[in-house]
């Protein structure tokens, strides 16, 4: 018995081994081939470079704006977050402390919300937002706390289901109201769920591409997804400096998931599983 409980250990191991060099293969391609000539990448894609060469990074870096660029994806990305963090959690915290039909039916209205694909509301979306004059900055930070907040409501909800509602009652004959309730009681305790919700969201607001192309049409503001569109021009691809620029782009998000991600499965347990 000990013995056939090991082999299925080493088979897994081995299983877990060989998905792991298929994860790992496209983020090879990518890093390898950024420090090949433009020829070499069509001449020889999958192996290593002949003479590696590092002038790719510096003229993406020049190319991207990267500064400019970066601070524009930073600035997008941050503040979404902090909206998406603050309304959610205060949401998820009203409903999931108030009991009824109606509390019931909003939250559910929140989660069936995730099953409904950006495609299909997309130009509404657009238009709407064309026609108040939000086409920038502003509104597509407004965008993604919309198309966000399903997803984060749906995990507050599950980890505050997991707190004790007699931690509120005690905290209020202390003489807290509920906003210091919330603030001091409940969002520190939601730690777990809301890094879990800045690393999904801040994955996606850092890689986004279609909804800053159709809401950002001013130069100076674009981000990093949209000036990765220079290197691909109508008669010409300049794949060497796009990877190398693509390789630029991903560094910060994978800083921020290392440091975060010993909380994404237990918030992400908290919130699916109590």
């Known amino acids: 018995m000990i013995a056939q409980n090991k082999a299925k250990t080493y088979g897994f191991i081995l299983l877990g ?32 470079p002949t003479k590696a060469t590092f002038e790719n990074y510096p003229e993406a870096f020049v190319a991207l704006e990267f500064i400019q660029s970066f601070f524009n994806s930073l600035v997008i990305t941050t503040l ?20 009824g ?22 130009i509404p979306l657009v238009s709407i937002f064309g026609a108040i004059d939000m086409l920038n900055r502003a509104g597509l930070m407004v965008m993604y706390l919309g198309l966000g907040s399903s997803l ?9 289901r997991g707190i004790p509602q007699a931690l509120d009652e005690a905290a209020i004959i202390d003489g807290c109201n509920r906003f210091q309730v919330y603030r001091y009681i409940i969002l520190p305790m939601l730690k777990p769920t809301t890094v879990t919700v800045i690393v999904l969201n801040a994955i996606w ?13 001013k130069d100076g503001m674009y981000t990093i997804p949209l000036k990765m569109f220079y290197f691909f021009g109508e008669y010409s691809k300049q794949w060497h400096l796009a990877l190398a620029a693509l390789v630029i782009a991903i560094i910060p998000i994978i800083i921020v998931y290392m440091f975060l991600q010993k909380y994404i499965i237990k918030g992400i347990s908290d919130g699916a599983v109590k």
């Open 17 to 48: 081994l060989v998905l792991s060099i298929f994860w790992f293969y496209p983020f090879y391609l990518v890093i390898v081939n950024s420090f090949k000539t433009k020829s070499e990448i069509f001449v020889n894609t999958l192996g290593f």
């Open 101 to 122: 039909k109606m509390s019931s039916a909003i939250y559910f209205l929140f989660a069936i919300c995730m099953l409904i694909p950006f495609q299909s509301i997309m």
């Open 152 to 160: 984060a409501v749906f995990l507050y909800f599950g980890a505050l």
């Open 205 to 217: 607001f850092w890689n986004d591409y279609l909804l800053p192309s159709l809401v950002i049409n």
């Open 80 to 99: 979404s977050i902090i909206l998406i963090c603050i309304c959610t959690s205060m949401a998820a915290y009203a409903l999931s402390r108030r009991k």
